[in-house]
């Protein structure tokens, strides 16, 4: 991994010939080339010598010079290989720059089109927030404005470009964090297969890849094929000691859910909540699910309460904590020179990933859905206490929660692109169009069909032929038609037909198509004094479309899934930028060098109208071994699909209605009760808790469904001011070494954020807005609160600052072999959130995911044909939640807005890696490696809390990972 910039004659023809092909937009080879450079430039001193131009990620102007003001980071194929991983997004995660993923590795409880995918958190502030290219081209995304990199075949990379500041001036929208530019491979002559097989200690984990390449090229035409299969097998978390409970081994019935499998009964109120005391099936099984239960319809076979531990389950023993994932993709890559003047380039890729996770049974009772309610019928065959309608918990194990996505992602390019000299300038222009598709279809199961539950739970009864069926004797219902459930039975009791009538399979379709059209043009202006100022412009045109359909049952909130509507929306956006770099001092005692460039872009969006973001740049050398260089950028991202038309899903809220006259507004204000009472409501009124009865104290739950997530057509762009300001040190007196640091402060502001329902009800009774009022009603028996829909707007601000350090060394060659070695580190100063303007501003740096420190270092050995490398991932310091007050507790007066008093410590981590490598004398290689070598575990973190199905950040390593690696060259 490397961070310098400058590179040799030869490789900067290498490079724009790539360019000449206009695949790619980045940062030529950092690092190791750059010690080449040094060396190369000593020994040209004084030489003249034509070099050809590059573009470099950050910019679209033309230059000899790839060392800039922009702070970017490389990796070549070899740094690749080096990690021992095969998915895109697991490698960049590894970044120093990279945050906690959103979508992460583990099996979460939500369900959505980018669970499964990897995507990459730049400075964590949002995977949507990072702009992804392929080739210097915008790559396929969601309607969220995700764009998974599994999609990406990581054997057709020649290098990887993140460029760590803001780019929407020489972008657009989305590049607020920074960039990440993927360069493909685009000339290939020859031949080479390759094969990979890694598997975790434990022996899950499985991954197995094989990638083949190929191609021919002339002076005029090259055409480059891939093929790609990758397959990487799921991860248990009862595969584990500390990964078997959700809170760790120390707290293994802490974590324990409620709602066992084995059946649990109450009467029912007349609120229709539950009454009495629980019963429980006696069983011989314990909290992990496996056993036998006894005779559910025989109450003397129950226990009142909870019996110990035994009566509940750990959810974990049925959880991944990293699905099952399948990629096949094929690329072809193509260019032709018609003329000197004027060359034809084109690229297509299709992918296709099928994901597969999958998470515990759902845990059931009969208000799961209350406006839905199902009990177990008083006429039951399996009613325990025939004539009494009974509530019942029960976890059905039986069928655990599981969802297989299908991702297509298409990608086509074309275009022309030629040169002409104006004069004596050089000048280049390129024109083309980018189209990219991305299907998703989304199948789940192990969620409950509702309306066949309560038909199978309702009367039944003993037919002449000794089966159990729905219906009566007088009037039976036919098998085809209802299946009868002994739920309170256990998973033992289960037959498969009763499990197929609940079970609900649901399929979701998701599209989203972008179609582009751009030209650029770039070259020289004039002469100054310090050299040629230099200019590039261009235009864009883009065009978003795209839907997202739940199936109808889904859609209409009779299962136990969250329900959701759908999501249909477009718009088209027109975009002109200019950019121009101006060298203003050259040659001069403390000015080796100074030049500032400028850029700017205008954007008009048919859905919110235009912005304008600017783009300040310099770079200084006051001597030759030293540049300093320093940027300030302005940025925006539009909202999404999603964020403007989406259908929204359903969700069950917290808040406290204003007019409840006890915790609510009401009790304390005259005008708000007024309100209220205009509406309808009682002076007396009541905000009702789920079990039926008056709020005993203020946020409880709401009985009914709300609709979350609601599209904004009013939503305006996300705007942001990104700051860096660093130093570049490559002393000539120590060949071969670079040093490197660089500040970084980016505040972004209308940040688009979710609404609570406190927000919508408050804003209608306390600021009187009609519009918030709109967005929901009142049932007209009860008066309570119904059909609230609460979506985005924007009030949120998001700030983050830190400094970058980077330190490569490539030693002189000994007669033992040549070292180089690297360090790449991140140090986070300050992390802030405010969720609106009069909010408090919330300081999270140093907790967890947000370690101040981040750190990757290495030590890379080769000699003739045999190669070593030692790598070390360090991931700081930081604070959790504490367990309990006196327990695990080992900063108890820590004051924080996180969560309160109280915090505890959890110390830094390191993770070390190897990897041997050996030349064939037959034109191959064969690489081994082990990742964690020393099998370091990871801390357990209480802030994950259940949206993992472990205490662990599943952003780092579960075990010791073996890998193997052949690649053979024809």
């Not at 929407?168 to 000339?187: F, P, W």
């Not at 890729?349 to 309610?373: E, F, H, K, V, W």
């Not at 808790?689 to 939503?715: E, K, M, R």
Request: hydrophobic share 35%; net charge neutral.
């Amino acid at each position: 991994m490397n961070s310098h910039n400058n590179v040799t004659g030869n490789q900067c023809r290498h490079a724009a010939l790539a360019i000449g092909l206009g695949l790619s937009l980045g940062l030529i080879s950092t690092g190791v080339l750059a010690q080449d450079a040094q060396s190369g430039q000593a020994a040209d001193k004084g030489q003249a010598k034509e070099l050809s131009t590059v573009t470099v990620t950050g910019s679209r102007i033309h230059s000899v010079d790839v060392e800039t003001a922009q702070p970017v980071f490389t990796m070549t194929q070899a740094d690749i290989q080096k990690t021992g991983l095969v998915s895109v997004g697991d490698i960049l995660a590894n970044l120093t720059v990279a945050g906690a993923q959103t979508f992460s590795k583990a099996a979460v409880l939500t369900s959505n089109p980018e669970q499964g995918g990897q995507y990459v958190n730049v400075r964590n502030l949002g995977e949507q927030r990072t702009l992804v290219l392929v080739n210097g081209k915008r790559w396929a995304s969601s309607l969220a404005g995700f764009t998974d990199m599994s999609t990406i075949p990581a054997s057709l990379i020649e290098r990887i470009d993140v460029l760590k500041d803001g780019a929407s001036s020489i972008y657009g929208s989305d590049a607020i964090a920074g960039v990440i530019n993927i360069i493909l491979k685009d000339r290939y002559s020859g031949a080479e297969a390759s094969a990979y097989y890694g598997q975790n200690q434990a022996g899950d984990g499985t991954k197995d890849a094989y990638s083949f390449t190929m191609g021919a090229s002339n002076e005029k035409s090259s055409l480059v094929f891939g093929a790609n299969y990758t397959k990487e097998g799921p991860i248990w978390a009862n595969k584990r000691k500390d990964t078997s409970y959700t809170y760790g081994p120390n707290h293994a019935t802490d974590g324990l859910s409620g709602t066992g499998p084995w059946g649990r009964y109450r009467h029912v109120s007349a609120y229709g909540t539950a009454a009495g005391p629980s019963k429980v099936l006696n069983h011989t099984g314990s909290y992990d699910g496996v056993g036998v239960g006894a005779d559910s319809r025989n109450p003397a076979e129950y226990h009142t309460g909870f019996d110990g531990v035994n009566d509940y389950f750990n959810p974990t023993q049925q959880m991944n904590l990293a699905g099952s994932n399948e990629l096949k993709s094929i690329f072809t890559s193509g260019r032709h020179q018609i003329n000197e003047y004027v060359t034809f380039r084109a690229t297509g890729m299709y992918s296709q990933r099928d994901n597969t996770r999958q998470i515990a049974g759902y845990p059931l009772n009969s208000l799961t859905q209350a406006t839905n309610p199902v009990y177990i019928s008083p006429y039951s065959y399996y009613n325990p206490e025939p004539g009494n309608q009974l509530f019942f918990y029960r976890r059905t194990i039986e069928i655990p929660r599981i969802t297989k996505n299908n991702v297509k992602s298409y990608h086509f390019d074309a275009g022309f692109e030629g040169s002409f000299d104006v004069g004596s300038r050089a000048w280049s222009w390129d024109i083309g169009t980018n189209y990219n598709r991305y299907d998703v279809v989304e199948r789940g199961s192990g969620n409950l069909n509702l309306s066949n539950l309560k038909q199978a739970l309702g009367p039944s009864f003993l037919n002449a032929a000794g089966q159990v069926q729905c219906g009566t004797a007088a009037s039976p219902i036919a098998f085809t038609q209802c299946v009868p459930f002994d739920i309170l039975g256990g998973p033992s009791a289960s037959t498969p037909q009763a499990l197929a009538y609940i079970n609900s399979l649901s399929q979701s379709t998701l599209q989203s198509v972008s179609k582009e059209y751009t030209a650029n043009i770039t070259g020289g202006l004039f002469d100054l004094p310090a050299g040629e100022v230099a200019f590039a412009a261009g235009y864009e045109h883009r065009k978003i479309s795209g839907f997202d359909l739940p199936d109808q049952l889904s859609a209409s909130g009779k299962t136990t899934d969250l329900a959701g509507g759908a999501t249909y929306g477009k718009y088209a956006t027109n975009e002109a930028y200019v950019e121009l770099n101006v060298p203003v001092l050259r040659d001069l005692p403390g000015a080796k060098l100074l030049s500032v460039d400028v850029a700017s872009r205008y954007s008009h969006y048919s859905n919110f109208g235009s912005t304008t973001n600017n783009k300040y740049s310099f770079q200084w050398k006051p001597i030759d071994d030293l540049m300093m260089r320093g940027t300030y950028a302005e940025g925006f991202r539009a909202p999404t699909l999603d964020d403007v038309s989406g259908g929204g899903s359903q969700s069950f809220d917290f808040y406290t209605d204003p007019c409840d006259t006890r915790f609510g507004a009401a009790a304390t204000s005259a005008g708000v009760a007024a309100k209220c009472q205009a509406q309808g409501l009682p002076a007396n009124f009541r905000q009702l808790a789920t079990t039926g009865l008056p709020i005993s104290a203020p946020n409880t739950q709401s009985t009914s469904a709300f609709n979350a997530g609601v599209g904004n057509a009013n939503l305006t762009p996300e705007k942001s001011v990104s700051k860096t300001a660093g130093v570049v040190y490559s002393p000539q007196w120590i060949p071969g070494l670079d040093v490197s640091t660089d500040w970084y402060k980016i505040k972004i502001t209308n940040v688009i954020t979710a609404v609570s329902a406190n927000y919508v009800l408050n804003q209608c009774y306390l600021a009187n807005s009609a519009t918030y009022c709109s967005q929901f009603g009142r049932d007209p028996g009860t008066g309570q609160v119904v059909g609230l829909n609460r979506g985005n707007i924007n009030m949120g601000m998001l700030s983050t600052e830190g400094w970058d350090f980077g330190a490569h060394y490539r030693l002189p060659e000994f007669g033992y072999g040549k070292f180089t070695v690297n360090l790449d580190a991140n140090y986070l100063s300050a992390y802030d959130t405010q969720s609106t303007a009069d909010a408090d501003v919330v300081g999270s740096a140093g907790t967890w995911s947000l370690p101040r420190w981040r750190a990757n270092a290495g030590v890379d050995w080769s000699m003739g044909d045999f190669g070593a490398s030692w790598g070390l991932r360090y991931y700081g310091a930081f604070r959790d939640y504490c367990w309990e007050a006196d327990v695990e507790c080992n900063q108890p007066n820590y004051e924080g807005k996180n969560w309160g008093t109280g915090a505890n410590r959890k110390g830094a981590i390191v993770f070390h890696d190897i990897q041997f490598r050996y030349n064939t004398p037959w034109n191959g290689s064969v690489q081994v490696g082990v990742n964690n070598a020393f099998d370091k575990k990871r801390p357990i973190t209480y802030s994950v809390g259940n949206s993992s199905a472990a205490s662990y950040d599943p952003a780092l390593d579960i075990d010791r990972y073996f890998f193997v690696r052949y690649i053979q060259k024809f």
